[in-house]
């Protein structure tokens, strides 16, 4: 595949179990952009096309700068999907604690996780809750307007959920009561049992959890599986920081 659309595909940067992410450049207008396309199989289930095309609805309905763009969607002549966002130069926060011993300095991990939360304030303002923040869905770009020259990026909103959306009369819920998702290490309570009604609340304890990782290294809860991990979740209180850590200040603790 050479093209879509108007963006000439430049190079693959990743491929999941969902679908393929390339780099691509608009020559007319010379705007880089990252296009998600998914498989073929993905396409063709509803509710997963529904999930996909989500991601690009919450973002935009989002609109702030520590959430990634979102420029276009549509649909291929075989009829995979995709999305056409902004292009992110830089590292996940993922990359960014494995890179540094898998923890950061406090005010680094303050600054990182108040522009994350800022973020989430502007989606949970428009009702929309993402259910998968974890560091593998923060990217960390250059942004000389940001204190200390770089910006947290919400991604990868496939999951988000709508309240208003959801709510209204005669809505069709796209989430059924029992249904888990997410991901264990970083799920409240409510969603590690599979709870209706999930709130914001959830992305404010997986935001918790975010920051308890870049301190002290390493997520609250060790799991050898998953239903382990849920367990931990709505029945274990997390080891206090200063446990982990004796050095941290008083604040972060």
Known sequence: MDKIGAYRIVRQLGQGGMGVVYEAMNDQISRRVAIKVLHKEVSDNPELLA????EARA????????????????????GRAYIVMQFLAGDSLADRLQHRGGKLPVPDAIRLIRQVASGMAAAHNKGIIHRDLKPDNVMIVEDSESPGGERAKIVDFGIAKMLAAEEEPGAHRRTRAGTVLGTPAYMSPEQCRGAEGISAKADVYALGVMLYECLAGRTPFSATGTGEMLAKHIYEPPPPLWELDATLPAAAL
């Open 51 to 54: 999930r996909f095309f989500n």
């Open 59 to 78: 973002s935009n309905l989002a609109s702030h700068a520590s959430i990634v763009d979102v420029y276009e969607l549509g649909q291929l002549p075989d």
